[in-house]
């Protein structure tokens, strides 16, 4: 019998929006992304890379040019987003209503009963830590207080999905912790969260895979760990009083960065074992081997180097 | 339709709460209690004048929370944002559409019953005798200023608030100049001319004949028509939009 492979909770296939006709400016071409059930997808890009346009295409909000959204193994219509949370970037809501009656009206509008959206509201104000806050108008919310309660409005239905556009914008760093410690919540209760964020440590701390676009199109994808582990070098971390290293390691690292006696740097995955050696014949202590990985930023703003020197390339050759 | 009613019911509750319906309501009641202090009317007149401009001002207060309701309310939704957490929902673009009218319409409901309980009210405090016919005006007024609200919601559905405003107030004109542009039933272009002289019943209601049931009934069909084409128009409208 052939392996079921699980439907995905988004699958989107080769997105496309045009503005403007013929004549117009295309703002996504051919963006395909699939996200696996309970992961944390990460959607990033810069500014006009098109993520913002690609989620809205998926929710309904941008008629698409061409292309294919799925949700939950259906086609991506209203009746199927009664099973989706949505917090827009810099979502805004009308101040005269207070946060019991904001959920209310998003807990009514997704099918829920009165009742169950009192019974939950209490519970689901203190998940995004505004407890105690149900009464209070939005107009006296602050700016992190207003991103809580987006999330909150995302979260009313318990929804199977969850798209979160910036959701840690406007936040302090302890609102950021929380809402990383609740994206992975999530994840282990079994919700599937795109998340869409120029937060690149955010991303990396919580997303299992990301799909990176640049001018509207897929520029990477992939598991995290595939896209940032630098091919064919490891990463050694070693403790020593000497205040350089042996020659014979100096002639193979790099990446060198030292602090407090600590020395991390990288050197080819062949010369892993001999390094070690030399190290602990001169008595240094090897406090870590890895496979040497660079930061999503360094990533991301390698990635996007390389493609305006391609640009750049295109523009004198044309 | 819980989704209709869920919007409309936000609609309702945001109108609430802004003052100026209110202060509009105040208004008219200072309003109509100075219509008697007028000079004085003629033997028998008195009461036919004070429904008259009761009526009159009843129709401006009713238009002025309309526009105020109805202008900006989906322009603002979409420039703010709100809307998408609402229409990335199981929610059709029809559905919010049409709970926007209903809840504009609810709130204008509430808003020209107080009117209508105000001049009737003060009309039988100054002149002794219950003003019924008076209601018949009232829901006349209602009807057209509902018709004018589902205007602005399928104008601003596809434009700035400004426009939906110059629309609103023009039509409004074109509406009630049938008679001086096209003389009379005559004319080949009479029924299908967009008119709202139908609504048009202040002077009925003021020298006290007021109209039949049937031309209520009349009135109501006339009303849902315009309504249902208006409000078709904006979900066509609001459903082609990239937001």
Not at chain 1, 4 to 29: D, H, L, Q
Not at chain 1, 35 to 50: D, E, F, K, R, T
Not at chain 1, 62 to 76: C, H, K, M, Q
């Amino acid at each position: 019998m052939a392996d079921m492979k699980p439907v995905p909770a988004i699958r989107i296939e080769r997105a496309e929006k045009r503005y403007g006709g013929a004549a117009g400016f295309t703002a996504v071409s051919d963006v395909s992304l699939t996200v696996s059930p309970g992961s944390i997808h990460g959607l990033l890009g810069p500014n006009g890379a098109g993520k913002t346009t690609t989620l809205k295409m998926l929710l309904g909000l941008v008629r698409p040019s061409g292309g294919d959204f799925e949700i939950l193994g259906e086609p991506a219509g209203p009746a199927v987003r009664a099973r989706v949370g949505f917090l827009p970037e810099q979502p805004y809501f009308s101040p005269l209503l207070t946060a019991g009656e904001l959920l209310m009206l998003h807990g009514r509008l997704s099918g829920m009963s009165a009742s169950d959206v009192s019974a939950r509201t209490s519970t689901l104000l203190a998940r995004v830590g505004l407890e105690g806050r149900e009464d209070t108008r939005l107009a006296k919310y602050s700016r992190g207080m207003l991103q809580r309660i987006g999330i909150a409005q995302a979260l009313v239905a318990a929804p199977e999905v969850v798209v979160l556009d910036e959701p840690a914008s406007g936040l302090d760093p302890v609102g950021q912790r929380d809402v990383r410690d609740l994206m992975m919540g999530l994840a282990e209760d079994g919700t599937t969260v795109l998340l869409s964020s120029h937060q690149l440590s955010e991303v990396e701390a919580v997303c299992d895979e990301v799909t990176i676009l640049n001018h509207g199109k897929v520029a990477a994808e992939g598991a995290i760990d595939d896209l940032l582990n630098v091919a064919g070098r490891t990463s050694v971390r070693a403790r020593g009083t000497a205040t350089t290293l042996p020659a014979d390691v100096q002639s193979l690292m790099e990446d060198v960065a030292v602090s407090g006696g600590v020395w991390v740097f990288s050197v080819p995955d062949s010369a892993v074992r001999a390094v070690v050696d030399i190290l602990d014949d001169n008595g240094w202590a090897i406090e870590a081997i890895l496979p040497k990985r660079q930061s999503l930023e360094e990533y991301f703003g390698r990635m996007l180097d390389e493609s305006r020197t391609v640009a750049e390339e295109q523009a004198v050759s044309r | 339709m819980n989704r209709v009613f869920a919007v409309a019911r936000a609609v309702v509750s945001d109108a609430i709460r802004r003052r100026l319906v209110w202060i509009v309501v105040l208004f008219s009641l200072v309003l109509a209690a100075s219509i008697p202090m007028l000079p004085s009317y003629g033997v028998g007149v008195a009461e036919a004048v004070y429904r008259e401009i009761a009526l009159a001002m009843t129709y401006v207060a009713a238009m002025v929370v309309t526009l105020v309701l109805s202008v900006a309310r989906i322009p603002g939704e979409v420039e703010r944002r709100t809307v998408y957490s609402v229409l990335a929902r199981d929610v059709r673009r029809w559905e919010y559409v049409l709970g926007t009218w209903l809840g504009i319409v609810l709130t204008l409901g509430a808003a020209t019953l107080a009117f209508g309980a105000i001049i009737f009210g003060v009309g039988w405090v100054m002149y002794g005798e219950p003003m019924w016919l008076l209601w018949q005006g009232v829901a006349a007024i209602w009807m057209e200023a509902g018709i004018i609200a589902a205007l602005c919601v399928a104008v601003s559905t596809v434009t700035l608030p400004v426009i939906v405003a110059i629309a609103a107030l023009a039509f409004l004109f074109i509406a009630h100049v049938r008679a001086d542009l096209l003389g009379g039933p005559q004319n080949p272009l009479w029924h299908v001319y967009p008119s709202l002289d139908a609504f048009n019943i202040i002077a009925p209601v003021a020298h006290g004949s007021g109209v039949s049931l049937m031309y209520l009934a009349t009135m109501t069909a006339v009303f849902a028509a315009w309504v249902a084409m208006l409000t078709l128009l904006g979900a066509l409208g609001f459903s082609r939009r990239d937001l």
